[in-house]
């Protein structure tokens, strides 16, 4: 229990410091280049085809259409008597002849047609078709996987439909221009969480443990550089109250049972290089036994490149420059990174899909209120309560489950959050394209049971605030972003490439 505890409070306050199916087999092994049968994704999901597998045939990649199309949601059609294959949707039109190396895509009052890089042609009574027309006759993108070979079909057009009927909230972030205005700003925060531990068998047992974290934080953006700095003070003299189980802990313990004033400056350049540095983190580190790590930083700042985490997480192969130069928002950027990588894979568009989803459920239309003011700016209100945050979860984490293990899926996370109590209030305002302001006040209670011991209760209490405000840069009181010049590589520190950490976390 204490290492949950020491867990809970640690992950809180590094929080606060970085704040930011293969188909059925197939006897056509006549048109298999390999055994290896290839594999379709669609925006990062499997598709199934029930009883044809796609096919290398010199050296073009078919696939049978239908079960790609209907993932699309277009109806498809075959007329045998004309031979004849149809699909359609929203004014979207495709003709494809059998034997023809021509088809016809009428989207709307327009008409093109397309040169196949191979006929559509039956197989076993299958429709097959080059996989790159489909992809580009849906307004998709589409990357070939030569060492996984798997077939990868991105439809943007699709994300931002979703987004844009489901978050406007999240539309709009996403239409926030990249080049802002000067501005500078500041952040006010506290976080308050208990922690108390009763036994029903022993009626006098009750152990409460009390951790106070509060910041503030100063922000400047000059026109191409941001600094900001942070000022932290926790008060997580309580743990020392927990029993330590050998002497290791307990050393632990004597480092992080204390009050700390944690200072943190930060710096992200224009070519988007993060430097961080904090001599009370250096001091924790020594304290805790890290003294190289701890001399290798001395008074320096430690580098990033922001890009080579992205670049990692994702597998981008981009020119960044290139895209941030002709990317006006950051929606226009994140499409911008997706159509020019021809590597991203299906576990990287996974990835993204994922995230999408995640901040659809999260800044769901149910849980804001917009108001329009008559200076210009937008307000928004967002309210969630425990009933909203348990659907948001079941929505998130059923996503991906089967039918079949749908239920006990449910069961389980009802169990687990059906002794939580938790509101969420936050404002945002937006004015000119510019976040002026935002709020967010939480409180969340939980009673949890000990699985093995259910006399053994925990009572985890949390109570948030945190506030922004932003200005324009007044030269009179704000200073230009100083590019550290004494810093040392975070790869360096680390002792390996931060790329082969994502890479092993991915693989994981």
């Known amino acids: 229990m204490k290492k949950k505890i020491f867990a ?7 929080l606060l410091l970085s704040t930011v199916a293969v188909g059925a087999e197939s006897e056509q092994t006549t048109y298999l280049v390999v055994d290896k049968p290839i594999t ?16 290398i045939e010199a050296e073009r990649t078919l696939v049978p259409i239908r079960a790609i199309l209907e993932r699309a949601e277009l109806t498809v059609n ?36 397309v040169t196949l890089e191979a006929p559509a042609t039956i197989i076993d009574d299958r429709t097959y078709v080059p996989i790159r ?7 998709a993108k589409v ?17 931002k439909a ?6 406007e909230f999240f539309s709009m972030l996403l239409d926030t221009p990249l080049a802002q205005s000067p501005q500078a700003g500041d952040t006010t925060g506290s976080y308050n969480i208990s922690v108390t531990m009763k036994n029903d068998l022993v009626p006098r047992y009750k152990n409460t443990i009390d951790i106070s974290i509060d910041f503030t934080a100063t922000e400047v953006f000059d026109g191409a550089n941001t600094g900001s700095n942070l000022i932290l003070e926790a008060d997580l003299r309580d743990l020392a109250s927990l029993p330590a189980e050998d002497e290791e802990e307990l050393a632990m313990m004597d480092v992080y049972a204390k009050k700390h004033r944690i200072d943190l400056d930060m710096v992200v350049d224009e070519d988007w290089n993060l430097y961080l540095k904090s001599k009370a983190i250096v001091q924790i580190l020594r304290d805790s036994g890290q003294e190289r790590i701890a001399d290798n930083i001395g008074d320096k700042y430690v580098k990033l490149s922001l890009r080579d985490v992205l670049g990692a997480l994702l597998h981008l192969q981009v020119d960044f420059e290139e895209l941030i130069a002709k990317s006006n928002t950051l929606g226009e950027l994140l499409e911008n990174l997706i159509i020019e990588d021809d590597m991203l894979y299906s576990q990287s568009v996974y990835l993204i899909d994922s995230y999408i989803s995640q901040y659809i459920s999260i800044y769901s239309n149910d849980f804001f209120t917009k108001t329009e003011k008559k200076d210009g700016s937008v307000h ?17 984490s059923l996503k991906d489950v089967a039918k079949e293990e749908a239920e006990a899926v449910r069961e389980a996370l009802q169990e687990t959050l059906e002794g939580m109590d938790m509101t969420l ?31 053994e209760t925990t009572e985890t209490k949390l109570d948030m605030q945190v506030s922004t405000a932003v200005r324009p840069f007044d030269k009179r009181m704000d200073k230009k972003v100083g590019i550290p010049t004494k810093f040392v590589e975070l790869d360096e520190i680390l002792g390996f490439p931060l790329a082969e950490y994502f890479n092993l976390l991915l693989i994981g």
């Open 8 to 14: 809970l409070v640690m992950a809180t306050m590094f």
């Open 143 to 159: 990357n070939w996987n030569p060492n996984g070979r798997e077939v990868v079909i991105i439809d943007i057009a699709e994300w």
């Open 40 to 55: 379709v994704t669609y925006n990062g999901d499997a598709i199934v085809f029930p009883d044809a597998l796609p096919l």
């Open 78 to 113: 075959f007329d045998a008597e004309s031979r004849l294959v149809t699909a359609e949707k929203d004014g979207l039109l495709i003709s494809m002849p059998i034997d023809s190396a021509e088809a016809t895509v009428f989207a709307g009052d327009t008409s093109k047609t």
């Open 425 to 455: 209030h936050m404002d945002y305002v937006m004015k000119d394209g510019i976040a002026t302001r935002a709020e967010a006040v939480m409180s969340n209670t939980t009673i949890a049971a000990n699985s093995i011991h259910p006399e």
């Open 133 to 139: 027309f489909i992809a580009e006759s849906l307004g």
């Open 380 to 396: 928004w209100s967002y309210a969630l309560d425990s009933d909203a945050y348990l659907n948001m979860v079941l929505d998130m």
């Open 162 to 167: 979703e987004i844009a009927e489901n978050s």
